[in-house]
């Protein structure tokens, strides 16, 4: 069963570790980056930031997707993390079974607008969080669990003010 998915740029840290682990009742941890593929600098960071009791499994975007969908895993609890919105809407458009998708930080960069405290998202964000929420996929900001929880429709109004 998928929790959720979290789209947070810094992937797994201290806050997704603590935090989110815990409140979303996981035992599993899937980190889906292609980049990851090849850094092995992150991947040890991965591990040693990963709770104790929790698997950890890194994979590419596809073999993430190849993951979520395999039959044996339904009864496993997975938090998906992903780096980007653009990530998310390619796994959401593939995997099955997604209900939810956590918006957590993302960078302030050129041509982004900031919608939160560490959240900063384009317009093409706001295009494809449009299509993940008309998908029926329930999309909330929410940079911790204590946070309140900002629906899509107040994050695109947020956005267009």
Same mark, same amino acid.
Not at 41 to 62: E, N, W, Y
Not at 89 to 107: D, M
Not at 118 to 137: F, P, Q, R, W
């Given at each position: 069963?998928? %929790?959720?998915?979290? =789209?947070?740029?810094?992937?797994?840290?201290?806050?997704?570790?603590?935090?989110?682990?815990?409140?979303?009742?996981?035992?599993? =941890?899937?980190?889906?980056?292609? @980049?990851?593929?090849? *850094? /092995?600098?992150? $991947?040890?960071?991965? %591990?040693?930031?990963?709770?104790?009791? !929790?698997?950890?499994?890194?994979?590419?975007?596809?073999?993430?997707?190849?993951?979520?969908?395999?039959? %044996?895993?339904?009864? @496993? &609890?997975?938090?998906?993390?992903?780096?980007?919105?653009?990530?998310?809407?390619?796994?959401?458009?593939?995997? /099955?079974?997604?209900? %939810?998708?956590?918006?957590?930080? $993302? @960078?302030?960069?050129?041509?982004? /607008?900031?919608?939160?405290?560490?959240?900063?998202?384009?317009?093409?964000?706001?295009?494809?969080?449009?299509?993940?929420?008309?998908?029926? !996929?329930?999309?909330?900001?929410?940079?911790?669990?204590?946070?309140? &929880? =900002?629906?899509? *429709?107040?994050? &695109?109004? @947020?956005?267009? &003010?």
């Amino acid at each position: 069963m998928i %929790k959720a998915l979290r =789209i947070d740029d810094r992937l797994l840290h201290g806050q997704v570790a603590a935090a989110w682990t815990p409140f979303l009742g996981v035992d599993t =941890i899937l980190i889906a980056n292609d @980049r990851l593929m090849t *850094d /092995k600098t992150m $991947q040890i960071a991965f %591990k040693l930031a990963t709770p104790p009791g !929790i698997i950890l499994s890194m994979k590419s975007l596809d073999g993430a997707i190849e993951v979520v969908n395999n039959p %044996k895993n339904f009864e @496993r &609890k997975i938090m998906i993390i992903v780096e980007s919105i653009r990530d998310a809407a390619y796994i959401c458009k593939h995997a /099955k079974n997604i209900e %939810k998708i956590i918006i957590g930080g $993302q @960078r302030e960069e050129q041509g982004k /607008k900031k919608i939160e405290s560490t959240v900063y998202l384009s317009e093409e964000d706001i295009k494809m969080l449009a299509e993940i929420n008309e998908s029926g !996929i329930e999309v909330i900001l929410q940079t911790v669990p204590t946070a309140p &929880k =900002i629906r899509y *429709d107040e994050i &695109k109004r @947020r956005f267009y &003010k």
